[in-house]
């Protein structure tokens, strides 16, 4: 399989704790995106990668959201002392290009649940 | 700022006919790329169609068609001979094309129910 993969699927933890997410993107794209979606609402915009390089992260991200891809392959995300409003499904996505202009291929996302 | 907007939240369509889902955007970016995915009960993102603001005729990929009117800053896909498959959350997408970073912004989405 060449897709998009992340790890775990599903991660359910008590609040305070600290969580990170895996994923693998296909093997020949050099962009590398992290949402987060909400029940009922459209993924949000947490970050994105061009290669290793991290060029824009949301304001949305508090100091407490970290992300790195670190040779340009897979990344992860940290959550650091997760809260209740934490609780979502965190999508990554992966394309290839310079120019901004290309689909981007979804993984099928980690569900995290915050007790 | 960028901001894309979906005023639809549910749409009914009958199994065989057309149906259209609205977008409209908003972006100072003099060049940007228009996005529509596919999101089923099961919960992947599948990629439908992308319009370039520049492309100067509309896309379409097989029974799907973006009606782009850039002058309106709208960009509504159009979904011909409806299908029960087509049930499922319909998000309209933009990113900035070119230089710079790659912000990718989604609507809130539009549920269509197919009705046999």
């Known amino acids: 399989d060449t897709g998009v993969s992340q790890d775990p699927r599903h991660k359910i933890t008590k609040r305070g704790q600290n969580v990170t997410f895996r994923c693998d993107p296909i093997?020949?794209?050099?962009?590398l995106y992290w949402y987060r979606q909400t029940l009922g609402q459209g993924p949000e915009f947490l970050t994105y990668f061009q290669n290793e390089a991290q060029l824009e992260k949301s304001r949305l991200l508090s100091d407490r959201f970290s992300a790195e891809r670190p040779k340009g392959s897979f990344s992860t995300l940290e959550i650091q002392r997760t809260e209740q409003g934490d609780s979502a499904m965190y999508l990554c996505?992966?394309?290839?290009?310079?120019?901004?202009?290309?689909?981007?291929?979804f993984g099928p996302g980690t569900r995290l649940t915050v007790l | 700022a960028q901001k894309i907007t979906q005023t639809q939240p549910g749409m009914f369509v009958q199994e065989k006919e057309a149906v259209t889902l609205d977008c409209t955007y908003d972006?100072?970016?003099?060049?940007?790329?228009l996005f529509w995915y596919k999101q089923p009960s099961s919960g992947e993102m599948i990629f439908l169609i992308y319009q370039g603001s520049y492309d100067q005729q509309n896309a379409t990929e097989g029974r799907y068609s973006l009606n782009f009117q850039k002058a309106r800053k709208s960009a509504n896909l159009v979904i011909s001979a409806s299908q029960l498959g087509d049930s499922a959350m319909y998000f309209c997408?933009?990113?900035?094309?070119?230089?710079?970073?790659?912000?990718?912004?989604f609507g809130a989405g539009t549920r269509l129910f197919v009705k046999a």
């Open positions: 997408a933009m990113t900035r094309v070119g230089t710079g970073g790659f912000k990718t912004i």
């Open positions: 996505a992966s394309s290839f290009g310079t120019s901004g202009g290309y689909e981007q291929f």
């Open positions: 093997s020949e794209h050099n962009r």
């Open positions: 972006t100072s970016d003099p060049s940007y790329g």
